[in-house]
């Protein structure tokens, strides 16, 4: 009858441990949102133009934020690391335990049948703490990734952007001369043996040339917006980038303020940062390791009754209650860990220290490239594209009332194609630049430094 009882116990305890067990379908922090993900996997994605038409860089930035996968990977990483720590501070299980005697013991009180016991280990309180301040830092980590990730893709689409911007001013810049270029073949449609033979002959290799360099740029469009597309998870389309008119470059501050504000904001060097803290962390747990861990343990022994005799207490079945505890001799090895957890710490500093510099530099080497590409676009905004317009003009006068050679008419148009696409460059270089600059120093992208 005591075996029926001890059996009814334990097969209440284990189903008890199914019951409250999770299914595995619903062990997700929020199984809706996988089902979600799964169905979004199947839909077709839309095109770039159904909800956006001409596209500016603001709703671009939006659309990226909204779709893009690789930000959505990092933002679930981040909510899973968020569950790590109630796994780490959380005592082990208690463990049941059922043993059977090979040969029964006779005792005073009865023969004992089996016994039925319940252990629960207990970390060091060090251990566990630690182990909760690492998983807050990694989660930290997985927090700070997602900003990182929202950074680097949000300078992507802006310097893709600034690039479509570019290539459509180029290709613009083209077509007008190529319209130029067919005017001119019209007009100098001399036939062979003329005077305008060398001229048309000249004409011709320009035209071939610019109708090469407008193909060149559609191809390069055709990537870029596939890079933009892959972007904001979407297909590519018919992707027009918002023309935006011609404005002065805004100025830079200095590269101290610039180095002061990275110090401050810098998603990298705060990164590096926390690994150390980590670091420190990790050696305070290998310290932890030489507290001894416990056990505390209660065990129940069925005992029969005796017939031949009746004893004080007989058939009483015995109650143990165990304390236990680790021995930690092992002092070799966990010295061993304090030392390796102090060579990564100084080795996590040392990276902190040396990312510092190598970012001062990148910031310092982009500063130099936007302010530089500011100086060039003034000179050929405000100086050089406004001479050869000039020039232009004075050679198409002097042909067209003097009598003087297209030579000089071509040669003007190309000094001034020249210019346009150099200063087409510049801009798009600068603002590129400044979209960087606000990714090394961690200010946001609409935030002039």
């Known amino acids: 009858m005591r075996l029926g009882r001890a059996w009814c116990l334990t097969t209440a305890v284990f189903v008890l441990a199914c ?43 939006e659309r990226a934020l909204a779709a893009s996968p690789r930000l959505a990977a990092a933002r679930a990483a981040a909510t899973a690391s968020l569950h790590r720590r109630a796994q780490v501070t959380a005592l082990p299980d208690p463990m049941l335990t059922l043993g059977w005697y090979a040969r029964e013991i006779e005792t005073r009180t009865g023969p004992q049948r089996f016994a039925i016991g319940l252990r629960q280990a207990i970390p060091w309180p060090q251990k566990l703490s630690t182990a909760g301040d690492l998983a807050d ?14 950074r680097d893709l949000l300078s992507e689409v802006a310097i893709s952007f600034h690039e479509l911007t570019y290539i459509d001013a180029a290709r613009q810049h083209y077509a007008t001369v190529q319209t130029a270029y067919a005017t001119w073949l019209a007009r100098h449609a001399a036939p062979e043996g003329s005077d305008d033979r ?17 193909s060149l740029l559609s191809e390069l469009r055709q990537v870029e917006a596939e890079r933009m597309a892959a972007l904001l998870a979407t297909t590519p389309g018919d992707l027009r980038a918002e023309a935006r008119p011609w404005a002065t470059p805004a100025d830079i501050t200095d590269l101290e303020t610039l180095v002061k ?9 705060l990164d590096a940062r926390l690994m150390l803290e980590i670091r420190k962390s990790e050696i305070a747990r290998a310290e932890a390791n030489f507290g001894p861990d416990l056990s505390v343990a209660g065990r129940w022994v069925v005992t029969d009754e005796r017939h031949d005799a009746d004893p004080a207490g007989n058939g009483n079945d015995p109650l143990l209650f165990e304390l236990g505890v680790t021995l930690p001799l092992q002092i070799t090895a966990r010295r061993a860990a304090v030392s390796e957890a102090q060579w990564q710490a100084e080795s996590a500093a040392r990276s902190a220290d040396d990312l510092q510099r190598r970012r001062r530099a990148e910031l310092a080497r982009e500063r130099f490239r936007a302010v530089n590409a500011a100086r060039l676009q003034r000179l050929h905004e405000d100086h050089l594209l406004p001479q050869a317009r000039e020039a232009l003009l004075l050679a198409e006068q002097a042909q067209r009332d003097l009598g003087r050679s297209f030579e000089a008419v071509l040669e003007a148009t190309e000094a001034v194609l020249h210019f346009a696409l150099a200063a087409e460059r510049a801009r798009a270089d600068h603002e590129q630049g400044r979209v960087r600059i606000a990714a090394l120093i961690g200010a946001p992208l609409e935030e002039r430094p």
């Open 19 to 61: 019951v409250t067990r999770p299914p595995l379908h619903d062990r997700s922090p929020d199984p809706m949102r996988v089902h979600d993900a799964g169905e979004r996997r199947t839909e077709a994605p839309p095109s770039l133009l159904d909800d956006l038409g001409t596209l500016s860089l603001t709703r671009l930035m």
């Open 261 to 269: 504000v990275q110090e401050e904001r810098d998603l990298e060097i």
């Open 198 to 214: 060398t001229l048309r002959a000249r004409l011709e290799t320009r035209a071939m040339e610019a109708a090469y360099e407008a």
């Open 137 to 150: 830092a990694e989660a930290s980590r997985r927090a700070l990734n997602t900003l990182r990730t929202a």
